[in-house]
């Protein structure tokens, strides 16, 4: 039998010549098998550069059928609707998915993951804070369970990464707000934790200069994931001053965007298009709120399915798959423009 890469443990025995059962007696205990055995093992080991993931077999051996569901808050209707999603798929699996939050701390994230372990996770999915993450240890604990990364990503944490093309969204609503009248300033947290956040500023920044337009910045302070409450009162400071630039505002999230259209109908001005509107109002990821503002919001909606489905097929992939050190995934998907009365 041709094996062209050494995926699992099958794949070994069968290229080897070995049977499966010995193959495991072995890696179980290499004294229980022949010697003569044993060397004919190991010389294969070495032929195919194939290493077992131990932790996988020995979850397999004890049959978890529990897969771990982590996200930064569950306050927020975007990481409920996700996580809804993604647990639908790991039961129709056959697995168990346990869901937790890590409620914007990073200590939480950790102690989220420590608990998983004592219940033997077959893999973790996760959706880390960002850079309120650490790293460090969430690099640690992947080295053991299967992890795969969504949404916000982690450079070398984890076996798979699947998210949003920012770059790709931001050109999309930058280019339509710029077709459609005045080019946009860009509203976002000074320090944001989520590292979305920085590419969609960069993005922003690309966009305008592609369209041969200044970009400008509206960065204000806040902590934490009350987005709409930042929103609220610093759009409510930046209105007040008369400090906008332009009449039409992208910002950097929905919940943002949600904080600011209540800041501008507090100060008495219109949002949306036509006469008699003083401002356009546009924000990221279709929160499942923004279609419910006054006016509705229009947004950039994230591939949240495809995001969900890849994510689960990979964990599934990846523990059934014996084998470590494969090659990192990364994969972006890109975001639709979601038009509606705001901008």
């Known amino acids: 039998m041709a094996i062209t890469k050494i995926r699992n443990m099958e794949d070994f025995a069968a290229a080897s010549g070995i049977s499966r059962p010995t193959v495991s007696k072995y890696f179980n205990d290499p004294e229980s098998v022949r010697k003569s055995t044993r060397a004919r093992i190991e010389a294969a080991l070495e032929k195919f550069d194939y290493r077992p993931n131990i932790y996988a077999i020995n979850q397999n051996r004890r049959q978890t059928k529990n897969i771990g569901l982590v996200v930064p808050n569950l306050t927020d209707p ?3 609707g996700i996580a809804r999603t993604i647990e639908e798929l790991i039961v129709a699996a056959g697995y168990n998915p346990l869901l937790l939050s890590s409620h914007g701390g990073p200590q939480q994230e950790i102690a989220n993951l420590e608990s998983l372990k004592s219940i033997k996770p077959a893999g973790v999915l996760l959706a880390p804070l960002g850079r309120a ?6 690099a640690g604990y992947a080295a053991e369970v299967p992890m795969v990364l969504f949404d916000a990503n982690l450079d070398g944490v984890g076996e798979a990464f699947f998210g949003s093309d920012n770059d790709q969204s931001i050109g999309l609503i930058v280019d339509y707000l710029c077709r459609t009248g005045e080019p946009p300033a860009f509203f976002e947290m000074k320090n944001p934790i989520n590292p979305n956040a920085f590419k969609r500023r960069t993005a922003y920044i690309k966009a305008m200069e592609r369209l041969g337009f200044d970009p400008h910045l509206i960065q204000v302070y806040g902590q934490g994931w009350d987005f709409e409450e930042i929103g609220f009162r610093e759009g409510s400071r930046i209105i007040t001053s008369h ?14 965007a949600i904080g600011f259209l209540s800041a501008a109908y507090e100060n008495g001005l219109r949002v949306g298009l036509g006469a008699g509107s003083a401002l356009r109002v546009a924000g990221h990821d279709d929160h499942p709120f923004s279609r419910y503002t006054c006016p509705s919001l229009t947004t950039i909606s994230q591939d949240y399915a495809s995001i969900a489905a890849r994510s ?12 470590a050190g494969q090659e990192r995934e990364e994969v972006l998907f890109e975001g639709r423009l979601v038009m509606r009365g705001s901008a």
């Open 133 to 138: 993450s650490n790293t460090d240890a969430l």
């Open 243 to 256: 400090d906008l630039p332009t009449n039409t505002v992208l910002c950097s999230n929905d919940r943002l």
């Open 312 to 323: 689960v097929e990979t964990i599934l992939d990846r523990i059934a798959a014996e084998s």
């Open 78 to 80: 975007f990481f409920v």
